[in-house]
């Protein structure tokens, strides 16, 4: 049983999950649209991280990198979905918010696993050839700035499921 004061909570986390999913969608769609603009910028002015070398450094976890990736816009869908739930007070929407919320912390550590333990090495070590080979301060640069970008999502995106969850375990009781 829910209370009016949590009802009314549930329909504000319902409304932001709605719009962070289409966010999340609008952005990912986005970039998966640019990428074929961004490659030949690269391709153009190889001063601006060498991608032949990031891209052989990063040859191995590729498919796992992809793989993330597509994780994206899976769980935005989700988000959408159990917003639509929460602004309905359907009674699946609060179980399938608290379902989300955990596989969404899940996804955001295999991430930022993912990257600190496979992916930042690999850039930082194509920096270092790099740096080694004469590369000018654009492309070192850029490899810095590529270096923290799942930690960084991660401190952006967990907050909302982590608020999600416990709002609805008070409402557990628990």
């Given at each position: 049983m829910t209370t009016p004061d949590l009802q009314k909570r549930l329909r504000t986390?319902?409304?932001?999950?709605?719009v962070a999913g289409a966010l999340d969608l609008a952005v990912h769609a986005l970039a998966f649209l640019l990428s074929s603009v961004w490659q030949a910028r690269y391709a153009a002015e190889p001063a601006v991280v060498e991608p032949q070398r990031l891209e052989a450094a990063l040859a191995p976890?590729?498919?796992?990198?992809?793989?993330v990736a597509?994780?994206?816009?899976?769980?935005?869908?989700?988000?959408?979905?159990?917003g639509v739930g929460l602004v309905r007070a359907r009674p699946w929407a609060?179980?399938?918010?608290?379902?989300?919320?955990?596989?969404?912390?899940?996804?955001?550590?295999a991430s930022v696993g993912v990257h600190l333990a496979l992916v930042k090495p690999?850039?930082?070590?194509?920096?270092?050839?790099?740096?080694?080979a004469g590369a000018n301060e654009n492309a070192l640069r850029?490899?810095?700035?590529?270096?923290?970008?799942?930690?960084?999502?991660?401190i952006l995106r967990a907050p909302f499921p982590l608020a999600l969850l416990l709002t609805l375990r008070r409402r557990s009781g628990g």
């Open positions: 986390f319902g409304i932001v999950a709605i976890v590729a498919t796992l990198m992809k793989g597509a994780l994206i816009p899976v769980m935005a869908v989700g988000l959408i979905l159990v609060q179980r399938a918010a608290q379902a989300w919320s955990l596989a969404a912390l899940v996804v955001l550590g690999r850039i930082i070590a194509a920096h270092d050839e790099a740096a080694k850029g490899y810095e700035a590529m270096e923290g970008a799942a930690t960084r999502q991660a």
